[in-house]
């Protein structure tokens, strides 16, 4: 069977990486065929809508969609590139690799964020001169579907349970409602879980990184502490991450466009090209993927290595160097 994959590069580095990705699942023996849709600040100014009709339709029917990342119009087209898919959660996996020289090592952790609603919902008003309001949204539904994907998450990989992050103490309302509902999905399927507040959290893994496996957060507390542990393990340029949906997913690095070296072709095309493995995965090519992350470990220890990482290697020497290691 085809498999009718969607790719969307976007802009500034997304235009270096996506082609990177392509490159790489091109050599494998896996029958995927590629449309290309555009999107991005790129569109918007050439007069278009930066999410246009044609892409948004094409991510919502492919078997799955990679993306490379959009500037200044992220939030116009992500989010409603992630509604796509019906996308409710976020699969964010930060490690480092052998040979990177990273902060805290031994950290090793997978988030699971809540991908609908909380601040990212769209809620914003300005209602004076002098006040700006957000209204957080967190639903009951969300977050017991989150709860059963992490759990079945833990359940499938033999990992003994999450921790769930959160600032119920301060919004008890929202984020008590998260909470509780996460407890209790994970109480029926005999799922174990522990509790840290967000903030404490943040703290706790720049010190103790090692204590945590799978954590289970609100969209914008995963946002911002997957950031944090990219930092912890290597840089932006290691981090894939998944948007999946009872059907189809969407798959993107964490990281952004980075205009301060777009167009320079030294973009480390890893993080990319390890979402483009969890793609593989999740379409149920699981040796497929895993060769891919094996050469994505192969190079990262042997080299050549971008300029992000302490070397000297362009994107498309590194592309060379996964494909070759792949054949
Ligand atoms: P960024 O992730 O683009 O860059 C942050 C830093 O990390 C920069 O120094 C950049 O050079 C470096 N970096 C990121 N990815 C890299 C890679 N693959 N290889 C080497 N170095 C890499 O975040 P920033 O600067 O906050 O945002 C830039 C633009 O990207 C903004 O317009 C923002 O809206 C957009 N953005 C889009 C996202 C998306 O489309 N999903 C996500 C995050 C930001
Ligand atoms: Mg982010």
Redesign the pocket.
């Known amino acids: 069977m085809t498999e009718d994959i969607v790719v969307i590069p976007?802009?500034?580095?997304?235009q270096e990486?996506i082609p990177a990705a392509v490159s790489v699942l091109e050599t494998l023996d896996v029958d995927l065929s590629f449309t290309e849709a555009e999107a991005g600040?790129h569109v918007a100014a050439a007069g278009g809508d930066p999410l246009p009709a044609e892409t948004h339709e094409l991510a919502a029917n492919a078997d799955a969609t990679l993306?490379?990342?959009?500037?200044?119009s992220?939030?116009d087209?992500?989010l409603p590139l992630r509604a796509a898919v019906d996308s409710f959660v976020n699969v964010r996996p930060a490690r480092t690799y052998p040979g990177i020289e990273a902060v805290r090592p031994e950290t090793d952790i997978v988030f699971l964020r809540e991908n609908t609603e909380g601040v990212y919902a769209g809620h914003e008003d300005r209602l004076s001169e002098d006040v700006s309001t957000l209204t957080r949204v967190v639903t009951e539904s969300a977050s017991r579907r989150l709860a059963e994907y992490a759990c079945e998450y833990v359940t499938d990989r033999d990992l003994d349970g999450f921790t769930v992050a959160h600032k119920a103490n301060v919004m008890r309302e929202t984020d008590g409602r998260f909470r509780d509902a996460v407890f209790d999905v994970a109480e029926a399927n005999g799922v174990e879980t522990d509790e840290v507040l967000m903030d404490a959290l943040a703290m706790h893994l720049a010190l103790r990184p090692e204590e945590y496996d799978v954590v289970v957060t609100p969209n914008l507390a995963g946002d911002v502490l997957s950031d944090l542990a990219a930092g912890l393990v290597g840089?932006?340029?290691l981090l894939p991450s998944a948007n999946l949906g009872p059907d189809r997913g969407l798959f993107?690095?964490?990281?952004?466009?980075?205009?301060?070296?777009a167009g320079q072709g030294?973009?480390?095309?890893?993080?990319?090209v390890l979402s483009a493995a969890m793609m593989l995965e999740h379409l149920g090519y699981d040796s497929a993927g895993q060769r891919v992350r094996d050469a994505v470990e192969t190079v990262l220890e042997e080299g050549p290595r971008?300029?992000?990482l302490g070397g000297e290697a362009s994107t498309e020497d590194v592309t060379a160097a996964l494909v070759d290691a792949l054949e």
Not at 10 to 14: L, N, V
């Open positions: 976007g802009d500034g580095i997304g990486v600040d993306f490379g990342a959009a500037g200044e992220a939030a087209v992500i840089g932006l340029g993107e690095p964490v990281h952004g466009t980075a205009p301060d070296i030294i973009a480390n095309p890893s993080a990319t971008t300029p992000d």
